[in-house]
């Protein structure tokens, strides 16, 4: 599977009318803490790859995936293959990694608002240290990557947002950036 995904800078405000006058159902809100792996057989940088553990938290409940994102397959979007998997414990997994020679490379904390638009999900994310964004995503089969993200682009033009204003740099690499 795939993960088409457009992402954009946006003041939330605005948007959270627009989903409401679109009939957008709000699905929820967590805080996440994502932390991002160095590998030890090659440079993720240079591969476009990530491998992170996701620390999630929402109404006194926690969950806690183990997330790999394999490099951009387009120049249009954020689409990439994606594969995630629940675990039982977040410090063991990261044990796991650790004697395995990853190394914990950064760390990215978001509070997520989400609501669900005609079979998208609609994220309106706060990211600590760079600021506010709206991400539209929706899984698709390798057939349907293309119609998946013209779907998308409309939706995002609904919200009354740019696409031309996408952002294919994940808040990983905003926040190195930024700091660089």
Do not use: C, N, W
Not at 65 to 71: A, E, F, L, N, R
Not at 87 to 106: C, E, K, Q, T, W
Not at 150 to 161: H, I, M, Q, S
């Amino acid at each position: 599977m795939y993960e088409v995904e457009l992402k954009v800078r946006a003041s939330h405000e605005a948007v959270r009318e627009r989903l409401k006058t679109l009939g957008a159902e709000r699905v929820g809100a967590v805080r996440q803490v994502d932390t991002y792996y160095d590998a030890p057989h090659r440079d993720f940088a240079e591969t476009d790859e990530a491998l992170r553990i996701r620390r999630e938290a929402a109404d006194g409940t926690s969950e806690t995936v183990v997330t790999y994102k394999g490099p951009l397959v387009e120049s249009a979007s954020k689409t990439r293959r994606e594969v995630e998997t629940g675990v039982a414990d977040a410090d063991h997994m990261d044990s796991i990694l650790d004697a395995l020679g990853f190394s914990p490379a950064a760390v990215v904390e978001k509070e997520r608002e989400r609501y669900a638009l005609d079979g998208f999900t609609v994220t309106l994310d706060s990211v600590d240290d760079l600021g506010e964004f709206v991400e539209i995503e929706r899984e698709a089969s390798e057939d349907d990557r293309e119609a998946t993200r013209e779907a998308a682009v409309a939706r995002l033009r609904d919200l009354g947002l740019d696409p031309d204003d996408q952002l294919r740099t994940s808040y990983l690499g905003l926040l190195v950036d930024s700091s660089e």
